[in-house]
């Protein structure tokens, strides 16, 4: 087995403040993923990473930059919150990229802006 | 574009009762759907999956059934208990190994369950 874990679990950023969101995962997967969740939206793909050395980006990249240190992890950076936002970011991985691949999500970090 | 519809934002059901989620698509072709579920403080994780027309999901007594006719995979439990109490989000994925494509996931429906 393996896990994902984020870090931090809860932020709290200033309006307008670079805030940045890590990743880690220890199942060897190639692809990595970051998605946001807000209540009654469902998960939207924000960045996603093939291999070790690709980045792409997904339906709501506006506002992100995303960055793939190593195999092993993937950090997100929200450029400039926006004032009273809240929501949760989820960082998943997969073995490798496909239509029938299994996603394998962290708990999250939980994102509050003042 | 691919999308998934689910119609029910929240169910709340007492112990032992029947469930059904709600769960259509929109695709070209024939896409792989999954069924993710959520507790509370974790991330979601695969229930099941299906990727062919009439194939059966199942885990845990909860199954969806792919039908490409009327373009559902309806997540049902004949019998729920508390602990079925998460978040269930459709999902689906188009395209072949080797070419990929990105998950897509609907709005998600929160399951209470009282005793």
């Known amino acids: 087995g393996g896990i994902i874990t984020q870090t931090p679990k809860f932020l709290i950023g200033q309006e307008g403040q670079k805030l940045t969101l890590k990743c880690q995962q220890n199942f060897n997967h190639d692809t990595m993923y970051w998605y946001r969740q807000d209540s009654g939206k469902g998960l939207r793909l924000i960045y996603y990473s093939i291999t070790e050395n690709d980045l792409q980006k997904g339906d709501l990249s506006e506002g992100y930059d995303a960055s793939r240190e190593k195999k092993s992890s993937f950090s997100l950076t929200v450029t400039s919150a926006q004032k009273n936002e809240m929501a949760v970011f989820l960082c998943?991985?997969?073995?490798?990229?496909?239509?029938?691949?299994?996603?394998?999500f962290g708990a999250g970090t939980r994102l509050s802006v003042l | 574009g691919d999308s998934v519809t689910q119609t029910e934002g929240q169910v709340a059901l007492s112990e032992e009762d029947f469930l059904t989620i709600h769960c259509n698509y929109s695709?070209?072709?024939?896409?792989?759907l999954f069924w993710y579920v959520q507790y509370p403080g974790e991330g979601p994780q695969l229930l099941f999956r299906a990727s062919r027309d009439k194939e059966k999901g199942s885990s845990r007594g909860f199954e969806a059934t792919y039908d490409k006719g009327t373009t559902s995979f309806h997540l049902r439990k004949a019998s729920v208990q508390e602990s079925d109490s998460a978040v269930y989000y459709c999902?689906?994925?188009?395209?072949?190994?080797?070419?990929?494509?990105?998950?897509?996931f609907g709005k998600g429906a929160k399951l209470t369950v009282s005793p």
């Open positions: 695709a070209s072709g024939y896409p792989t």
């Open positions: 999902a689906l994925s188009e395209g072949q190994q080797g070419t990929g494509s990105k998950l897509s």
């Open positions: 998943a991985s997969s073995m490798r990229w496909g239509p029938k691949n299994t996603l394998y």
